[in-house]
């Protein structure tokens, strides 16, 4: 089975430019996150759909950054304008939310290696 | 309160050692605490969790222990073996609702052969 597909795997850019990080979740998932990781902050949670829709975006650090859930099977974060400060790897995971106590296991992607020079 | 501290950064122990990660919450909402494990250049992957009702799960040589009145758990890695080297990260999820996992800053672990 394919797991939480990323695209892309590395990323360079310029200040200023606009980024796109795209991501398919597992199939049958109804929950999508998107996690920023650096050495000084750790794994962080920018944003997380249920159903396409976003329940929580309070981590998503400033206006440049924007995500949205098109369908089921695709997601995508932007960046605009990336600046140095955005270099991370940027994550995607995916599970299936069954509700109240039950817990799903988060499948996480390879990730997004972004550098902004 | 939504914080999970972890320590220690950095642990380095030799083959067959026991390998011990520490993690300390303050939020008592949290019902679900997960431990993964990545290895560089891959996502963070699920490895043991555990739910404040039980006090340790025990699969193959990872164990967690749970100190609820303590808001403390730990991974112990028995028998560690160098394919182990990886950073290791604990998480908590809020009772709340929906899977979001609050994650510690995470420990890199080396074994040494």
């Known amino acids: ?117 | 309160q939504q914080q999970v501290k972890q320590s220690p950064q950095s642990l380095i122990v030799q083959k067959g050692g026991i390998s011990i990660i520490n993690c300390a919450y303050e939020n008592t909402a949290f019902d679900y605490f997960p431990w993964y494990q990545q290895f560089p250049g891959k996502g963070p992957a699920l490895l043991i969790a555990i739910r404040p009702d039980v006090s340790e799960k025990k699969e193959g040589r990872f164990t967690i222990s749970f100190n609820k009145s303590a808001k403390q758990f730990s991974l112990h890695i028995m028998d560690s073996q160098p394919g182990d080297s990886a950073t290791y990260f604990c998480a908590a999820r809020n009772s709340g609702g929906y899977n979001k996992l609050i994650f510690g800053a995470g420990t890199r672990l080396a074994v040494h052969p």
């Open chain 1, 1 to 117: 089975d394919a797991g939480v597909i990323q695209s892309p795997r590395h990323e360079v850019t310029e200040m200023g430019q606009e980024v796109t990080l795209r991501c398919k979740p597992i199939s049958g998932h109804n929950s999508l996150f998107w996690y920023r990781q650096t050495m000084m902050r750790g794994l962080e949670l920018l944003i997380y759909f249920n159903n396409n829709v976003p329940i929580d975006d309070s981590g998503m650090p400033e206006d440049r950054f924007s995500a949205k859930m098109p369908n089921a099977s695709f997601s995508t974060l932007k960046i605009q304008p990336s600046e140095p400060r955005d270099s991370a790897v940027y994550f995607c995971a995916s599970t299936l939310e069954l509700g109240g106590p039950n817990t799903g296991e988060l499948f996480f992607g390879e990730g997004s290696r972004l550098t902004v020079l």
